[in-house]
């Protein structure tokens, strides 16, 4: 395999049954699609894959949704998955690319030096007929001693600085009507807008057929929302989990710096003391 983040259906086929090769469900959907994920993991899923649940194996104490989880909860949480640090780690979802890119990221700043995201997902899988196992595989328990970079994580706090200094260059990955304040956020409670001085650049911009699209249209998208690819970046969505689709096309074209807010607008559009830095429009 190449740098890429991304592994390919037929490369992962090969890898199948190798030792040192951990695969991973990381399917999550929005609360409105009203789907099970471990369900429908449980129903099929690529030979050998374990389900990450991203609900679960996160900080239970903010209040907020699938928060980044301690090192130490991190590290018994995916050894118990059967997954060591120094495995080859793939990690997919079941609509092509949506959820899989934010547990690539809890994998990298967790220390794994190989993990990619499995380009296309299940569907993709699904479209070469490869084969799928049903039910949960049996997991001898990995080792996995998680020492996070906190590098490529930003807190409320930094953001707070940031959107003061503008340091940093802030991309949101939310759909555009949200971003400029045009509808009510899905979760209740919060503010409509985006943090000031940040840029628009919607992950389903980035995405074709369950892909990302290619590199040079990658840099293309960037380049139109004038992001600087030489200076620091951030991103940020709802959650935290969209951004990191954002992180894993900055990477596919040679950033592999970026940092995701963790709290993302769950946080930002929720708490007082940022309530002077939102702003709406474009």
């Given at each position: 395999m190449n740098q890429s983040p991304l592994i390919s259906v037929r490369e992962l086929a090969v890898l199948l049954g190798q030792r040192g090769v951990s695969i991973v469900d990381a399917s999550w959907h929005m609360p409105i699609e009203q789907r099970d994920p471990n369900?429908?993991?449980?129903?099929?899923?690529?030979?050998?894959?374990?389900?990450?649940?991203?609900?679960?194996?996160?900080?239970?104490?903010?209040?907020?949704?699938?928060?980044?989880?301690?090192?130490?909860?991190?590290?018994?949480?995916?050894?118990?998955?059967?997954?060591?640090?120094?495995?080859?780690?793939?990690?997919?979802?079941?609509?092509?690319?949506?959820?899989?890119?934010?547990?690539?990221?809890?994998?990298?700043?967790?220390?794994?030096r190989q993990v990619y995201v499995l380009d296309g997902g299940l569907p993709a899988w699904r479209d070469l007929g490869l084969p799928l196992e049903k039910g949960a595989p049996a997991k001898t328990p990995g080792r996995f001693p998680a020492h996070y970079n906190r590098a490529l994580v930003r807190s409320f706090e930094q953001m707070l600085a940031n959107a003061q200094s503008g340091d940093e260059q802030i991309i949101d990955a939310r759909a555009g009507d949200r971003f400029r304040g045009e509808m009510a956020e899905p979760r209740a409670g919060l503010a409509s807008g985006h943090i000031l001085g940040s840029l628009s650049l919607p992950?389903?911009?980035?995405?074709?057929?369950?892909?990302?699209?290619?590199?040079?249209?990658?840099?293309?998208?960037?380049?139109?929302?004038?992001?600087?690819?030489?200076?620091?970046?951030?991103?940020?969505c709802g959650s935290g989990v969209t951004a990191a689709v954002l992180a894993l096309a900055l990477s596919v074209i040679g950033r592999n710096d970026v940092a995701i807010y963790d709290g993302s607008w769950s946080e930002w559009g929720g708490r007082p003391e940022s309530a002077d830095l939102i702003a709406t429009g474009k």
């Open positions: 369900a429908e993991y449980l129903c099929a899923h690529i030979p050998g894959a374990v389900f990450f649940d991203i609900d679960a194996i996160a900080d239970q104490t903010s209040g907020l949704p699938h928060m980044l989880a301690a090192e130490k909860i991190f590290g018994a949480a995916v050894s118990d998955l059967g997954i060591n640090q120094d495995d080859k780690i793939i990690v997919y979802d079941s609509v092509g690319l949506f959820s899989a890119a934010r547990i690539w990221w809890n994998f990298r700043i967790a220390g794994v992950f389903t911009n980035l995405i074709v057929n369950g892909r990302l699209r290619p590199a040079d249209e990658l840099r293309r998208a960037f380049a139109e929302i004038e992001i600087n690819l030489e200076q620091p970046v951030v991103t940020t």
